[in-house]
């Protein structure tokens, strides 16, 4: 990812889902923890129920009759 951003380091992700499988899912956690671990913030957009297991600080948006609702789960 960082060669294709002309050598930038990137030190914040953002990744809009589309794992497909449970699989993919899982190898895509795997170095999205790795990413972390090594210093960066991840960012995941999704509505996949799995991952709320594999994230321990999360911030999660709902509808509500009175609008949208954001809180943090940690």
């Given at each position: ?10 030190d ?10 449970l ?6 956690i795997?170095?999205l923890?790795d990413?972390?671990?090594a ?25 509500s ?10």
């Amino acid at each position: 990812m960082q060669s294709y951003a002309g050598g930038i380091r990137l030190d914040a992700i953002f990744v809009d889902e589309g794992f497909g499988t449970l699989e993919a899912l899982d190898f895509a956690i795997r170095n999205l923890k790795d990413l972390q671990q090594a210093g960066r913030m991840v960012g995941i957009i999704s509505h996949v129920a799995e991952l709320k297991e594999w994230i321990g600080a999360r911030l999660e948006l709902r509808d509500s009759q009175a609008g949208s609702e954001a809180a943090f789960v940690v």
